[in-house]
């Protein structure tokens, strides 16, 4: 398996894998089509991948005090096998090389899976956003994480 920066080729691919996702963060083909478009806000993609397959992908702004990752996505046969902490750690080592002060993301309260893996990573709780994801409504825990601590 190889983790590599996406590329625009990625992008149905990265669509249809987020879509079999019910836990993912769900954007809109013009979202994704602009991914890749200068004007677009600094990012980060970087996909999970054996030989043609698509087994994940993650995507992260990148601001200059602080990274949020917006969505971290596995296909469902590929899960629990590392894949997802893979994908985060790169981003993490990202940041830090970056000497980004902190990566943020927010995960669903009832994710208990993705939350476990934050937590082994070092992510922290620090705040909640009551009612943030529908169908089903459902509190975001907000997590952070200091690069520092890589």
Do not use: K
Request: hydrophobic content about 45%; charged content about 25%; proline content about 6%.
């Amino acid at each position: 398996m190889l983790i590599r920066p996406a590329t625009p080729a990625d992008v149905p691919a990265i669509r249809a894998l987020e879509q079999q996702t019910a836990t993912a963060a769900h954007w809109s083909e013009r979202e994704y089509s602009v991914l890749f478009a200068p004007e677009a806000p600094a990012r980060i993609a970087l996909v999970a991948a054996q030989e043609a397959d698509l087994l994940g992908f993650a995507i992260a702004r990148c601001g200059p005090d602080e990274w949020e990752i917006e969505n971290v996505v596995v296909s469902a046969e590929h899960r629990r096998r590392g894949i997802g902490r893979r994908l985060v750690r790169e981003i993490l080592r990202a940041a830090r090389a970056a000497a980004v002060p902190s990566v943020l993301l927010e995960v669903r309260e009832s994710n208990i899976a993705a939350r476990q893996l934050y937590e082994q990573l070092g992510f922290t709780e620090v705040g909640r956003r009551s009612h943030y994801y529908r169908e089903p409504q459902e509190d975001a825990l907000l997590l952070r994480f200091s690069p520092r601590n890589l």
